[in-house]
């Protein structure tokens, strides 16, 4: 047990001398995060009111294990029965440390995505910016985690010799670790092909598995797929590799509609076309950009009618749709109602030179 008298002796004991590093290194860091917030209160940056926001206690540690690590340094060179001290603190430190990037990571992150407009009907480049992040954030991240606990392993002698006997088994380990890790390591990759060739964004309107849905998830191994009735398609991101799928906003976000229409032959076409107009004159939902109305097929008791129509979204798109063949509907329904699909049936008319009447005039 440690007395009083041997505590304060710096010879036989580093304890006050580390409870001073860390008095000082707490202070250092409630100044600078005081700093910080002032600044960022102040200042229009961004950065520094993002670090403000999500730094989080992380300096409360960081700085204070800073100093004890420099003391337990010193410490340990003119006692070296107490080497162990300067031991722990170093890997508290880097635990410090490694957390501390994470933050600036995340950090970093936020400020890339405050810049991003998400408002514009076409965020189509907004979006793809969004997903690189995203996943760039997600592989540094453990890049940054793994890099840590192998400077750790590294720092005692002890774990460097496993780490050296594990290093000579590596052939034998990574055939083993690459049949059972197969289907990860492929969906890994799929992951970072999918993050810079980008098939895929988030928020992109898709069709897979007969499905109609939004990417609401970019995974390093899967995809989660937001479907309109409000479900949840979770997919491996190999999917998007390996099969076809639609993407209704690849490359931009407008669409182009249609509502189908039989009609029959009485069907007015020009008037059709006038109220068209009229409908996508009178709503938001069109974009102004192009409209048709055709006829493109024909069947035996009815015509095929095609109304197409631009909107700015994918969504929009679906309710300019419905809004073209409610309001169509009741315009023919009220105008033209012979207009609606009808089947004819016409009685077969008695041939005068049928066999019957043939017989009876050869009989005359």
Known sequence: MITFPEFLDLKNSPWLIILL??????????????????????????????????????????????????????????????????????????????????????????????DLDFQNPDNSHARRLFTKIKFIKRIIIILIILIGVSILLLSFDSVRQYGVGILTSAGIASVIVGFAAQKSLANLLAGVQIAFT??????????VEGEWGRIEEINLTYVVVNIWDLRRLVLPITYFVEKPF????????????????????????????????????????????????????????????????????????????????????????????????????????????AEGEGGNSQQS
């Not at 980008?198 to 069709?207: A, C, G, T």
């Not at 909107?311 to 009220?334: K, W």
């Open 21 to 114: 590093a860390a008095m000082l290194g707490l202070a250092m860091s409630i100044f600078l995060k005081r700093v910080i917030r002032l600044t960022a209160r102040k200042g229009k940056w961004k950065i520094l009111k993002s670090i403000s926001q999500n730094l989080t206690n992380v300096l409360h540690y960081f700085v204070p294990l800073v100093f004890i690590t420099l003391v337990t340094r010193a410490y340990s060179y003119a006692n070296p029965q107490y080497s162990w001290t300067h031991g722990i603190s170093k890997t508290l430190l880097i635990a410090a440390s490694t957390w501390l990037l994470v933050r600036i990571v995340i950090i970093i992150e936020k400020v890339l995505i405050e």
């Open 198 to 207: 980008q098939p895929i964004k988030i928020d992109d309107v898709v069709i």
């Open 246 to 353: 639609q993407n209704w906003t690849r490359n931009e976000s407008n669409l182009i509609g249609s509502a189908i229409f039989h009609l029959n032959y009485f069907a007015p076409l020009p008037q059709l076309r006038e109220k068209l107009e009229e409908i996508l004159n009178n709503t938001p939902l069109w974009d102004g950009n192009s409209w048709a109305l055709q006829v493109t097929d024909t069947q035996a008791q009815f015509m095929v009618v095609r109304a197409i129509m631009s909107a700015r979204s994918s969504s929009q798109a679906f309710d300019l749709r419905c809004l073209v063949r409610e309001e169509m509907i009741t315009f023919i329904r009220e105008k033209y109602p012979e207009s609606l699909p009808s089947f004819r049936i016409e009685t077969e008319k008695r041939n005068p030179y």
